[in-house]
Nanobody, 114 residues
Framework: QVQLVESGGGLVQAGGSLRLSCAAS????????MAWYRQAPGKQRELVAA???????NYADSVKGRFTISRDNAKNTVYLQMNSLKPEDTAVYYC????????WGQGTQVTVSS
């Protein structure tokens, strides 16, 4: 099992940046898949970015070139650097880990004003 705690959300103007952090309760070195999802009001949760154990990454088309996912195994933390934010990025962002089970954090709100 692993507990995940997100932080770093907030209110930012369009064009600004935020860095989200996802702190895990145990070593993440062996976790095969970690990701950030987001859910906007009235919409389904969607995958934003994923990072595999070998550090390969995958991004939604809507965030490519603007967002960067990374992992620091020594700190048991996954990050999402978000640049050039747009109002349509407004959502609750969730951290996810998959290792013989699906684990979710409680979410952190990101609001981008125009």
């Amino acid at each position: 099992q692993v507990q995940l705690v997100e932080s770093g959300g907030g209110l930012v103007q369009a064009g600004g940046s935020l860095r989200l952090s996802c702190a895990a309760s145990r070593n993440i070195f062996s976790i095969d898949f970690m990701a950030w999802y987001r859910q906007a009001p009235g919409k389904q949760r969607e995958l934003v970015a994923a990072i595999m154990r070998g550090s390969s990454t995958n991004y939604a088309d809507s965030v490519k070139g603007r967002f960067t996912i990374s992992r620091d195994n020594a700190k048991n933390t996954v990050y999402l650097q978000m640049n050039s934010l747009k109002p349509e990025d407004t959502a609750v962002y969730y951290c996810n880990a998959f290792q013989r089970g699906d684990y979710w954090g409680q979410g952190t709100q990101v609001t981008v004003s125009s």
